[in-house]
């Protein structure tokens, strides 16, 4: 096989691999799990993030009937807890709550009860959600794009450490250029609707702006330098290397 085909085959792997553990070990990543109550099961998804001012629905997946309870809700640092029936939709339970504005933040959890015995979820916790501002699918799309392109291209290019006849000087151009676009123009835009501060009022850069991802952008400018400077292949794997660990610590969700 082409040399070329297998070093690309494995940027696309490690490059998939990184993308899943950040989504997996993220801040926003879903509560999940399952109780048996009578020897049936009961399952729950619960997010911590949403989007938009669509009505936040809970669903809990029950197989026995008569299985009721409430959802517990309150504001953060807030002390007042709100309850909510859940409503029996079959192999479901349901209850609804009115999205808050952007950046606000609840804690909830389920009581269930069946013949007067009650069942927390998540048992001994809280979960938190943070209500944001609905993102145009397009905009996210291209952010994707350019942000894990930039990933493949930046991990492809710390492979030219292992490459006799490399471009090491075009993959640090290319790196550069994605993570430019991603982290200057489109994370920024793709925060402000996040906000829901377009056409309202002018945010701080900080909230708009990723350190982290602003970064990997500075990291791949300083290591084609290098490249054209020195020629040294190593500053290429060394920082293929840190962006994968930087973009483990990026606040995307």
Wanted: charged share 20%; proline share 4%.
């Amino acid at each position: 096989m082409n040399k070329n085909l297998i070093l690309w085959i494995a940027a696309a792997i490690i490059t998939f691999l990184a993308s899943f553990l950040h989504q997996r070990i993220g801040p926003y990543y879903p509560v999940s799990g399952s109780i048996g109550i009578e020897g049936k099961k009961v399952t729950y998804f619960f997010e911590k993030v949403h989007y938009g001012k669509d009505d936040l629905i809970f669903r809990i997946r029950k197989d026995l009937a008569g299985l009721k309870g409430n959802l517990i809700i309150k504001k953060v640092q807030q002390d007042a807890w709100e309850e909510i029936p859940f409503s029996d939709q079959g192999n479901y339970l349901a209850a609804s709550f009115q999205p808050l504005n952007s950046g606000n933040i609840i804690e909830y959890k389920a009581v269930l009860e069946l013949k007067g015995q009650k069942y927390e979820i998540p048992a001994n916790r809280k979960v938190n959600l943070v209500f944001l501002g609905m993102r145009p699918a397009s905009v996210l799309y291209v952010l994707y794009f350019f942000l894990f392109g930039g990933l493949l291209i930046a991990v492809r290019g710390g492979m030219e450490y292992f490459n006799p006849d490399d471009k090491r000087i075009l993959f640090s151009v290319l790196a550069s250029m994605f993570f430019f676009v991603a982290s200057i123009i489109f994370y920024p835009f793709i925060k402000s609707y996040e906000l829901d501060v377009i056409n309202k009022n002018i945010p701080s850069a900080a909230s708009l702006f990723d350190i982290y991802l602003i970064s990997i952008f500075v990291l791949w400018i300083v290591t084609t330098l290098l490249i054209i400077k020195t020629k040294k292949k190593f500053f290429m794997l060394i920082s293929s290397a840190a962006t994968l660990i930087l973009f483990q610590l990026i606040n995307l969700y």
